[in-house]
């Protein structure tokens, strides 16, 4: 499977099936309390039904017993269709974003979460995989760690678990391969969500972990103002780090388009008890996980 390494906290891990990866847990599903023999006529009467549908005929003794009691009419018969779509959306949510119930003590939390999202985003798209892009933004006033966790997960399922319209993964695009020797992207995440994700990837045996980097991103004690970084690499790997003030400070003022002098010298006057050693080892890190543009990995 696709390897997954986390610097300094964790070695690398590997997925197993796709199905095992976090965000794709399967719910469980409560079994029937219909007695036997009310089971064994169940099943004989949606065979009856299959069989009607693929022969194209039925049986009279069919036709009176699933013969409605009462007639819709046009806007109650759209309203059961309504439902039903509605109420498969809710289902596929609450599959794919299983993890986000471990971010809050309610069980039924993420189930109201989901009701309210889709009441607020109807869907104007067939594909599942792009109805949950909106999740996110609508959980940052819920909960900033959910919204976090749900970012994580729709970009694991969309990078790695679903074909994009179109048709093509997009570690096989050339967008995702880049001219950059080490080409990555990134996603931000906040250290409480980057944990519960990183926590549920499934553990591979101990013969395939390797030592993590030593001299990259030493300082791994949490503090206010610290943020947690996935990194997307080429060949469907995925590398978690967590950085702490300074470091995710300095990483955001160079997206944002300051120069490598400018953020040298913010980070002097705020924090200068930071080392040399430390600087020259973060640069390091962001230069070989391809976050530091070429301009500036020159200064």
């Known amino acids: 499977g696709d390897s997954i390494h986390r610097s300094n906290v964790a070695p690398i891990k590997s997925y197993g099936e796709p199905s095992e990866w976090p965000g794709l847990s399967k719910r469980t599903v409560k079994q029937s309390a219909l007695e036997p023999s009310a089971m064994q006529e169940l099943m004989v009467l949606q065979n009856s039904i299959l069989h009607s549908l693929f022969s194209g005929s039925a049986s009279e003794e069919l036709c009176q017993t699933i013969q409605p009691s ?85 970009a694991q399922m969309r990078l790695f678990h679903r074909q994009r319209p179109g048709g093509g993964f997009l570690s096989n695009d050339s967008e995702w391969n880049g001219s950059s020797p080490n080409p990555s992207r990134w996603l931000s995440a906040t250290p409480r969500a980057l944990e519960v ?15 993590p980097d030593a001299n990259v991103l030493k300082n791994r004690k949490r503090e206010p103002g610290s ?62 996980a391809g976050l530091l543009p070429a301009n500036r990995a020159q200064a």
Do not use: C, M
């Open 70 to 154: 009462g007639q819709f009419n046009e806007l109650q018969s759209l309203d059961v269709y309504r439902q039903s779509v509605l109420a498969r959306l809710e289902e596929w949510l609450l599959d794919t974003f299983v993890l986000l119930e471990k971010l809050t003590a309610d069980a039924e939390n993420l189930q109201r979460w989901v009701r309210a999202f889709i009441e607020s985003h109807r869907p104007i798209h067939y594909n599942l995989s792009e109805y949950g892009s909106g999740l996110a933004g609508f959980l940052r006033s819920q909960d900033v760690d959910a919204a976090s966790l749900a970012r994580i997960v729709y």
């Open 227 to 288: 943020a947690g970084l996935l990194l997307y690499l080429a060949g469907g790997r995925v590398r978690s780090v967590e950085l702490n003030r300074w470091q995710a400070a300095v990483h955001l003022r160079l997206r944002r388009g300051w120069s490598l002098e400018k953020a040298l010298e913010r980070l002097a006057s705020e924090a200068p008890h930071v080392d040399e050693n430390s600087v020259r080892d973060f640069f390091t890190f962001l230069q070989s």
């Open 197 to 211: 994700w990183w926590n549920s990837v499934p553990r591979s045996s101990d013969s395939g972990r390797t030592a």
